[in-house]
């Protein structure tokens, strides 16, 4: 995607320094744009942890980089001990998103069949390298998948304009490229049908209205930013025609994690008519868990996050501001899961899955039974 006319991925191998790769930190935008070296693997472990990076695709992208800077750092002639505790180091980062493990064990398994140290770093460079460009291309599959669907209600509103509401930041900023539930939203716009995106806020973290507006804004995408629990009242009243939000876990049996407040959209939806879509490239796909509800591990972040918010003040200072009594607790459920029953469809790189259940997205990817 374009920042200010000039194309960027979210992250990549540092063009002067063999042993670093860069990444967009988004814990500054949108008030300042800043790119950061990351150069050993707790550096990666702690951009993930405290989400200079975030979101499925880029976590699982920038653990695959950060297992190919474990191989630069490791000066051992037997590297399997000291990358597989670099590896288990980036899993227990953020325990929800499953492209995290699944990006570390992608590794493994090919640098671990390597011989000399050289060897490993080499498939270790090329490993990342495939993982970063394969997000990017299932991101823009899926967009053209979604784009359809989006086509099908511009044509039944005679080309008026398609409402659609987002929830987190489900955009390029959460993958390599693209995005999951803004890739169809893009190629729409692309494509000349009038669309108009609700931007949640997305609380506590308002990802949102910092992250999902921005990247919506440098694209020149209508948009308008609305408190989370708005959501349900525009629905109520016909103005609200689509829900795409992104995940960071879908069971194989249509169990949706994503970013907490998610499932009330869901129920929203359902109770309105209005179709509710999951938009993830397969590697979100979680081939071994049934029950999505008691099965997927649900992140509890700290109360901070809740408590307080950053932003900018009149004078331009950006500052953290505490928004709640000094002494209050606070409770900060990361993600929550919207079961298949509201889900209409899974928009993937392959295909639209429509109706969720097991038998549709096995019948998607058939080499995934058993």
């Known amino acids: 995607m374009n920042v200010d006319g000039k194309h960027y991925r979210t992250i990549w ?6 042993d670093a790769i860069e990444i967009i930190d988004q814990r500054h935008l949108p008030h300042e744009f800043v790119v950061e070296q990351l150069r050993t693997v707790d550096e990666v472990a702690v951009a993930i942890k405290d989400m200079h990076v975030r979101g499925a695709g880029l976590i699982g992208a920038t653990a695959g980089w950060g297992m190919y800077i474990a191989t630069r ?49 080499d498939i270790a460079f090329h490993t990342a390298t495939t ?57 729409a716009f692309d494509a000349g049908i009038d669309v108009h995106v609700w931007v949640d806020e997305t609380r506590p973290r308002n990802q949102g209205a910092r992250l999902t507006a921005w990247e919506l804004g440098q694209h020149g995408v209508p948009h308008t930013i609305i408190a989370d629990n708005v959501g349900g009242h525009l629905m109520q009243h016909g103005q609200v025609d689509l829900v795409i939000t992104g995940a960071d876990r879908v069971t194989y049996t249509g169990y949706a994690a994503n970013k907490i407040g998610t499932y009330l959209k ?25 029950d999505g509800v008691n099965e997927i591990p649900i992140e509890q972040r700290g109360n901070e996050e809740v408590k307080y918010a950053r932003g900018k003040d009149a004078t331009g200072n950006i500052a953290d501001v505490l928004l709640t009594p000094p002494g ?39 080499e995934k039974r058993g």
Request: net charge negative; aromatic share 8%.
């Open 73 to 121: 750092q490791c000066d051992v002639e037997e590297p399997e001990p000291f990358l597989r505790e670099a590896g288990d180091k980036l899993k227990a980062t953020r325990p929800t998103a499953v492209n995290l493990a699944w990006a570390v064990d992608r590794q493994l398994d090919a640098i671990l069949e390597a011989g000399t140290l050289p060897e490993v770093r």
């Open 131 to 187: 993982i970063a460009d394969e997000d990017a291309e299932f991101c823009k599959r899926l967009g053209q998948h979604g784009l359809e669907f989006i086509r099908e209600i511009s044509e039944r509103k005679g080309g008026e304009t398609v409402n659609i509401l987002t929830h987190c930041n489900a955009g390029w900023l959460a993958f390599v490229d693209y995005g999951s539930a803004t890739a169809p939203i893009y190629a």
């Open 266 to 290: 869901a129920l929203a939806a359902a109770d309105n008519g209005v179709p509710f879509c999951v938009a993830l490239p397969s590697s979100t796909f979680d081939w071994t868990m049934r």
């Open 328 to 366: 209050s607790p606070a409770a900060n459920f990361a993600f929550d899961v919207t079961p298949p029953r509201l889900v209409t469809a899974l928009i993937t790189e392959r295909g639209v899955i429509r109706p969720v259940n097991e038998d549709t997205v096995l019948a998607m990817y058939p």
């Open 13 to 18: 191998p540092s063009d002067t320094d063999s």
